[in-house]
Structure formats: C-alpha cells, structure tokens
C-alpha cells in the first residue's frame, strides 16, 4: 500500500499559509456554511498536520469568515499526526517568526491579527489555542469518533499506491459530515476508484460526496472520531 514508508513518515516540511490554493478552498467552504445560516460548530481536521502551522493558518482563514459574517467563532480545527515530536509543537503554536516576503502580503495582517510576534518567534494567541487541538493518529486507522465539514489531507497521499490511498481517503469519507468537503492534494486517479467523490469547480483539490439517491444531494457517513 505504501510506496516509501519511511519518506512518508519523515514527510515534516511546512510554514505558515504554505499553500494558496488550500486557504482559497478555506474560505469558499467556511463563507458558503455560514451564508447558508447552518448551525453548530464548524469543525475542520488537518490530517498528517506536521507541526501544526497548516492547522493555524486554516483557523486564521475560517476565524476571518466568521468576523466578515459578524457570527460567533463556532470553530474546532483538530490537528493529527503519528509523530509525537510534531504534536507537541503544535500544542505550543510557537514558531520561527517569517518574514513579510514570506508569504502574500494578504496574510500579513491575519497573522498580526491572531498572534503575537516577538524578536524572532510568532506565538499563536489565544483564541486560535482554543480552537485548535492536536492529538498522536494514525491516518490509516478506522476513525471512531467525531465527524468534520472540512478534512484536508495533504503532502501524504502522494507517498501511497491506490490501494493505500482509497485506504486512506475512505477512512476520511467516514467522517464527514453531510454536505461536507475534502481537500486532498497527490492523490491518483485510480486512488479514488469506488469512492464516490465528485472533484468540485470551486478550488483545486477539493471533493465532496456524491449521493446516488433520487434527491442526488451530497451526503457524509457519521462515525466519529476523537473521544472528548
């Protein structure tokens, strides 16, 4: 199932609002949820997270929706990863401070806005610390408790054949909610075989689920992952 374990495992590179397209998908899938007026918290989970910054830079995105709408911040960004090192780091949300050429001036303000920067360090502050959790898993485990809106898997899916991608993506599609999205960067063609999942026109790599039922509206499977 794995092409190269090891380099999968070792798979670590990341900074605050690497990718573009991510946060783009971010938003349209955050505005949409709360222009539609659904309820409850907006939940959203970054598997394999590293050391955590992709997990922050989504909650500065999805917490800037929130602000434009003028709604509470019903937000829960979880962070997973199999390396207990890159977890702690990010349950510290302390950080290298980048510099301004870094990344696009538009984000410059979010990161002013939700942390504070010192010397050389960038501490997350503390509403993303509340919003955002971070806990030791293994993606291709069956997932138990806890279903999302919003599953980002990325710079992962690449290291797997099909067969450990469909592995992989059909644990995440257990999890999502009804009308939900997942973002999902490498993966295959024949990585999504049976799966179910329509590409969306919105934003690069992102899917949802397509419902085969008469209504042809999108669905999600509710187990749940974490246990509170």
């Not at 605050?16 to 007026?37: C, H, I, Q, S, Y």
């Not at 997990?55 to 602000?67: H, N, P």
Request: aromatic share 10%; charged share 25%; hydrophobic share 35%.
């Amino acid at each position: 199932m794995f092409l190269d374990e090891n380099q999968a495992k070792a798979t670590t590179a990341t900074r605050l609002f690497r990718n573009d397209e991510l946060f783009a998908a971010t938003r349209k899938v955050v505005g949409d949820f709360l222009r539609e007026n659904r309820t409850g918290k907006y939940c959203i989970w970054s598997t394999g997270c590293s050391s955590g910054e992709e997990v922050y830079s989504m909650a500065m995105i999805a917490l800037t929706e929130f602000e434009k709408a003028k709604k509470q911040p019903l937000l829960e960004a979880f962070g997973t990863d199999i390396n207990p090192q890159r977890i702690a780091e990010g349950r510290m949300g302390v950080y290298g401070r980048p510099s301004k050429d870094a990344f696009a001036a538009n984000y410059w303000h979010i990161l002013a806005k939700y942390a504070t920067m010192s010397g050389s360090e960038v501490q997350m502050g503390d509403l993303l610390r509340s919003v955002c959790k971070f806990t030791l898993f293994d993606m291709r485990k069956t997932p138990k408790k806890h279903t999302f809106h919003f599953i980002v898997c990325n710079h992962v899916l690449q290291y797997y054949d099909a067969p450990g991608q469909r592995h992989i993506i059909g644990n995440l599609k257990a999890v999502l909610k009804p009308g939900g999205f997942l973002y999902l960067e490498g993966v295959t063609e024949h990585g999504l075989d049976g799966l179910s999942l329509q590409k969306r026109p919105e934003a690069p790599n992102l899917y949802a689920v397509v419902d085969k039922s008469p209504s042809g509206r999108l669905r999600g499977i509710t187990r749940r992952l974490f246990r509170k």
